[in-house]
């Protein structure tokens, strides 16, 4: 059977945090109706296509209008499950123990290690995106993704770094600001590569996770995680790396947990994960496009079938499955055409 959706009344004290962690709980805002089953955007003209953009070649007006958006959405109160502390403790809530699946009392549900990853993170960031557009009443409205995958976008996109900006977050590893650039296989050693070396080091990580240890969807998607059980049954390539080497890079190591970023229950106060997962999606979609006849999604229906909840921009609750989100045009989303010189990176 699939992982069956959170009972949030179950949600409680998530006991999988660092012990630095000083966090009561990480659980939504209560809801008095109890969730609608999501049902796509109805049509093209109630909801225009969103084109993410690459975040460093976005111009200074899609800037200004990406800071208002999060300003609004962090002028709102943590009682608001739209406002940015609502946003960010989603990602504890689901990552750090704080649900059981339904029916399994004794098991803390995980969306991470696991065929979960991928679809997880695309419903978390649809939502995201509908609330920053509505907040700023603009339905084209779509987050940034940080291609770091490509070697002009390798260190972290300058708007996210500005100081007097919402999309700053002082809980990052201060030595790896720009014009530093990523170690996509970083391990919190710091690599001894010229940039030229650091680059050609990157694109063969990634032509390894993405096209010679992921030939199949099972071996891409990760290991199945069925109703009942154990969590972590084992990432894809991608989430294993370079998804979890960007998260520690980006966080700052004099934190006791590499808060923010490098830590589950942290990592979605900065602004920065939303564009490092925006890219992680775009791999799911790069990767389907490699080779389309053997590069599909799982049919089964354990995968299928396994559903989260999330409020929208309304705010209202939903249950979402994995099969809704499958489709991006479905979704009214797209990722910005941008190089992806990896794929003849071969090692
Ligand atoms: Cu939910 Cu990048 O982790």
Redo the contacts with the bound molecule.
């Keep these: 059977d699939p992982v069956a959706t959170p009972d949030m009344s179950s949600c409680g004290p998530p006991d999988q945090l660092p012990p630095s962690a000083n966090v009561l709980t990480c659980c939504p805002p209560p809801s008095s109706a109890s969730p609608v089953d999501f049902a796509p955007p109805a049509n093209a003209s109630s909801s225009p296509l969103r084109t993410r953009p690459a975040a460093h070649s976005a111009g200074a007006d899609y800037v200004a209008k990406f800071n208002r958006a999060i300003a609004a959405m962090k002028a709102l109160p943590a009682d608001d499950p739209r406002s940015f502390a609502a946003q960010a403790s989603i990602?504890c809530a689901y990552?750090d123990g704080s649900y059981s699946p339904d029916g399994f009392p004794g098991l803390d549900l995980q969306?991470?290690n696991s065929w979960l990853f991928m679809p997880f993170?695309r419903c978390y960031l649809y939502f995201f995106e509908r609330i920053l557009g509505s907040l700023i009443g603009d339905p084209t409205f779509a987050i940034p993704f940080w291609n770091w995958d490509a070697p002009d976008a390798m260190s972290m996109p300058a708007m996210y770094t500005d100081q007097s900006s919402p999309l700053f977050d002082p809980r990052r590893n201060g030595r790896h600001v720009p014009p530093k650039l990523i170690d996509l296989d970083y391990n919190g050693r710091e690599p001894r590569f010229t940039d030229n070396q650091q680059v050609d080091h990157n694109l063969r990580v990634m032509y390894r996770q993405m096209i010679s240890l992921s030939p199949t969807p099972s071996l891409f998607f990760g290991s199945p995680y069925r109703a009942g059980d154990d969590p972590n049954q084992g990432p894809g390539p991608v989430e294993n790396i370079p998804?979890g080497p960007v998260?520690i890079w980006c966080g700052d190591p004099e934190q006791p947990a590499g808060e923010d970023m490098g830590n589950?229950y942290s990592?979605g106060r900065d602004p920065l994960?939303y564009a490092?997962?925006a890219n992680?999606d775009r791999m799911w979609a790069v990767w389907k496009g490699l080779d389309p006849r053997s590069h599909t999604d799982l049919t089964d229906p354990d995968w299928l079938d396994a559903s989260f909840l999330f409020y929208d921009e309304d705010p209202k609750l939903v249950r979402i499955r994995v099969r809704d989100v499958l489709d991006m045009d479905r979704l009214r989303y797209r990722y910005q055409d941008v190089p992806t010189p990896w794929t003849s990176a071969r090692p």
């Design positions: 990602h990552c969306v991470h993170h998804h998260h589950f990592a994960f490092h997962h992680i």
